[in-house]
């Protein structure tokens, strides 16, 4: 290595290479939470528009149950109505209230979407957010009517509105943590130093994230001007280099919290294991509940038990899903600062 063997280019090209996979890694880490981001964010407005048009057909059912004779049998609309139903707690968490007259109302947290033949529709907004701007992130809300943000989302479309307002941005501010720390810290103690022509060091790395950190351009072009030396001490002196590579050792440093950021990872991917498993057999207990209904009744009480079921198993997909993405962002961040 440079600190062992200052004075021989290959090493400070195997230097110079090795840094430049760094920092692509940490490119690459950047842009698959972007991407994740994007995915999450188009799955809303796609989420929020099959919610809209499931809020309608349940209202046209209300309509014809409610203007329906005495002698319609409405079995099959009541049986699309409760599908649509299932559906909407999947996606919202959604819950309903029966109606003396057939009808029912249905709720996402403490907002109303449907009530009776009448349709609140919900739609997707982006707004500044001090807390993302450092991560070129805006806000994404829900709205209902156009005006009023919903607070009490659950269900898919939860899970993906809490990916894009928190995980995924809290990553990516992570990840920019590391990427500034191990910039600030090469940069000044190489800054210090002298290359193999006795000039003083520049910059290391330049860039201030991880999507935009690289090894600085004058290094690329020659690896000679790697600062490994001290001042005066001459080409065969490591020290510099030494005290770089000792850098990993710091308890604030780039790598300490690369590895926390990693562990975070991990620890993220067991909870959302042990999520997901829970969630499953949740909703399998509930469905136990809804065929033993059945038996008796097709009620309001009956249509609650559709509605919980279908939320727990869209929870136990959220968090499945997330598991996966996570998964493949460990592997792929296995290797950076290695």
């Given at each position: 290595d440079v600190a062992n063997f200052p004075d021989q280019l290959p090493q400070r090209v195997a230097l110079v290479n090795s840094a430049t996979i760094l920092t692509e890694r940490l490119g690459e880490a950047d842009s698959g939470f972007r991407a994740?981001?994007?995915?999450?964010?188009?799955?809303i407005e796609a989420t929020v528009a099959t919610v809209n048009s499931l809020a309608e057909e349940i209202a046209a059912i209300n309509h014809a149950v409610a203007t329906s004779s005495g002698g319609t049998n409405t079995n099959d609309l009541l049986d699309q109505r409760d599908a649509a139903v299932s559906r909407l707690a999947e996606l919202t968490g959604a819950r309903v209230s029966q109606r003396d007259n057939g009808t029912i109302?249905?709720?996402?947290?403490?907002?109303?979407?449907v009530q009776g033949s009448r349709t609140f529709e919900l739609s997707v907004?982006?707004?500044?957010?001090?807390g993302l701007t450092p991560v070129g992130l805006q806000r994404t809300d829900i709205m209902i009517g156009g005006s009023v943000r919903m607070t009490s989302l659950g269900g898919e479309l939860a899970g993906h509105?809490?990916?894009v307002n928190s995980a995924i941005p809290s990553a990516l501010s992570t990840l920019d943590g590391v990427a500034a720390?191990?910039?600030s810290d090469v940069n000044a103690l190489h800054a210090t130093g002298e290359d193999l022509d006795g000039n003083v060091g520049g910059a290391f790395f330049s860039g201030t994230s991880a999507a935009t950190i690289s090894v600085d351009a004058a290094i690329l072009a020659d690896p000679r001007a790697v600062a490994a030396a001290s001042p005066g001490s001459g080409i065969r002196d490591g020290e510099i280099a030494l005290g770089i590579a000792e850098l990993r050792n710091s308890a604030t440093g780039a790598d300490?919290?690369?590895?926390?950021?990693?562990?975070?990872l991990g620890l993220a991917t067991s909870s959302l294991q042990r999520r997901s498993s829970a969630q499953s057999e949740a909703a399998a207990k509930v469905d136990e509940a809804r065929l033993a209904a059945r038996s008796v009744s097709l009620d309001e009480e009956m249509v609650d038990l559709v509605a919980t079921q279908r939320a727990y198993e869209a929870s136990a997909r959220v968090v499945s899903a997330i598991d996966q993405m996570l998964d493949t962002l460990v592997n792929r961040l296995g290797t950076v600062g290695r």
């Open positions: 994740l981001h994007t995915a999450a964010r188009q799955t109302d249905v709720y996402v947290g403490n907002s109303s979407i907004t982006e707004t500044a957010d001090p509105v809490s990916n720390q191990l910039i300490s919290l690369y590895e926390s950021f990693s562990v975070s």
